[in-house]
């Protein structure tokens, strides 16, 4: 079964720093680009950053920029989100997601969506 | 930075009821153009992606269509499980890749 399993959220103080990891399984994770989107509490959904498949393309929304860090393991399966000067604004649920593939093209779309871990930032 | 904006904001139908949803581009997006379903406590769902091609396990009652900048989702008969929120999501000219504010459906 394919699964993305986000974990890593928690409570952390402004100016803050945290790491969110997607544990993932059930598909080739080295052949997918991926990206984390984040959704504040009854709000609606941001893309929040992308890394291709070798990791050689990284992006990031303005509202992240220079503060946030995606990475990557393939040999663990895994994607990460490194959170510095965090900001009250940021607190939301953070997915996981993957770009949509399939075995001859892909796709401008996110197929596959991780749980989300919830990031709350407060003093 | 392409803006969305979804209408109506908030949809009230009742079960077998044809309901369509609307995503307007602030540019030109061609075709790249995907719709989500998203239900309380639940990761959003991928039900359209290309303006009009349906994610696998998507039910045929789902339907999406548009390009350029005016796209349509059409739920031609509504389950009860199709009561939630509805993103649209562009990725033409990215970064940022950017999501609409959402349509929520209701039942009547």
């Known amino acids: 079964e394919e699964q993305l399993v986000a974990s890593g959220g928690g409570l952390v103080q402004p100016g803050g720093s945290l790491r969110l990891s997607c544990a993932t399984s059930g598909f080739s994770f080295s052949s997918y680009s991926m990206n984390w989107v984040r959704q504040a509490p009854g709000k609606g959904l941001e893309w929040v950053s992308y890394?291709?498949?070798?990791?050689?393309?990284?992006y990031y929304a303005d509202s992240v920029k220079g503060r946030f860090t995606i990475s990557r393991d393939n040999a663990k399966n895994s994607l990460y989100l490194q959170l510095n000067s965090l900001r009250a604004e940021d607190t939301a649920v953070y997915y996981c997601?993957?770009?949509?593939?399939?075995?001859?093209?892909?796709?401008?779309?996110?197929?596959?969506w991780g749980q989300g871990t919830m990031v709350t930032v407060s003093s | 930075e392409i803006v969305l904006t979804q209408s109506p904001a908030t949809l009230s139908l009742s079960p077998g009821e044809r309901a369509t949803l609307s995503c307007r581009a602030s540019q030109s997006v061609s075709s790249y153009l995907a719709w989500y379903q998203q239900k309380p406590g639940q990761p959003p769902r991928l039900l359209i992606y290309?303006?009009?091609n349906r994610a696998t396990g998507i039910p045929a009652r789902f339907s999406g269509s548009g390009s350029g900048t005016d796209f349509t989702l059409t739920i031609s008969s509504l389950e009860p499980e199709d009561f939630a929120v509805y993103y649209c999501?562009?990725?033409?000219?990215?970064?940022?890749?950017?999501f609409g504010q959402g349509t929520r459906l209701e039942i009547k």
């Open positions: 999501q562009q990725r033409s000219n990215w970064p940022p890749i950017t």
């Open positions: 290309d303006a009009s």
């Open positions: 890394i291709s498949s070798g990791s050689s393309s990284i």
């Open positions: 997601a993957r770009d949509h593939c399939n075995s001859h093209s892909c796709f401008r779309a996110f197929d596959m």
